[in-house]
């Protein structure tokens, strides 16, 4: 799988399940469905920091920025919608705060991404979630003395939301690679990295 997402172009891009000019759509597309089934599924522990860092890994900082707000859209969408979150000004701050923190992640995801070479790609991929997680989570802790929910930040409940962001990631990154395999152009096509 290693050999398949890595970049064959001189870019710093990561991933490529599709060619250049449809990654925007797909990456929307794969995170926005994500997210959908992460809300459902996990409803307050979305994996932010990975789609981040799958959206970092495929589109530049700008695409991948609007991505990730689409995603976080979705996720807020049916929290208020559908899992009938909490109208009250306590919990929509915390939904700002999570898009922010999303963002924070994609753009420190970006930053990090772009400093790493360019070889070996899921060990990068690693090293970037790490960075996009903390950042995340500080972000949301940051947030604490203002909103409260201190209570969320034990090691347990943290380590377990990484888990399952590394989870995630790698369904991500399999899914984009499965894109790529069997695409039109196949594995040595012009969608191929």
Not at 39 to 63: D, E, G, I, K
Not at 120 to 142: K, S
Not at 173 to 179: G, L
Request: charged residues 10%.
């Amino acid at each position: 799988m290693a050999h398949g997402i890595l970049p064959s172009r001189g870019d710093r891009f990561r991933i490529h399940p599709v060619a250049s000019r449809l990654a925007p759509m797909f990456c929307f597309a794969l995170l926005t469905a994500s997210c959908a089934l992460a809300s459902f599924a996990f409803a307050c522990a979305t994996p932010f920091a990975a789609f981040a860092v799958v959206a970092a890994a495929m589109l530049p900082q700008r695409s991948a920025l609007l991505v990730v707000t689409g995603a976080w859209l979705v996720n807020q969408t049916i929290g208020f919608g559908v899992l009938h979150y909490p109208v009250d000004s306590g919990t929509i701050a915390w939904g700002f705060v999570i898009g922010a923190a999303a963002l924070l992640s994609t753009a420190a995801a970006s930053k990090v991404l772009g400093l790493l070479p360019q070889g070996r790609t899921p060990l990068m991929l690693a090293i970037t979630l790490v960075a996009a997680y903390g950042i995340y989570e500080l972000a949301l802790f940051t947030a604490t003395p203002f909103l409260g929910g201190e209570v969320a930040f034990t090691a347990a409940i943290v380590t377990r939301i990484a888990l399952t962001c590394a989870v995630w990631l790698a369904g991500l990154v399999a899914v984009c690679e499965i894109v790529r395999l069997v695409g039109p152009a196949g594995p040595k096509g012009a969608m191929s990295a």
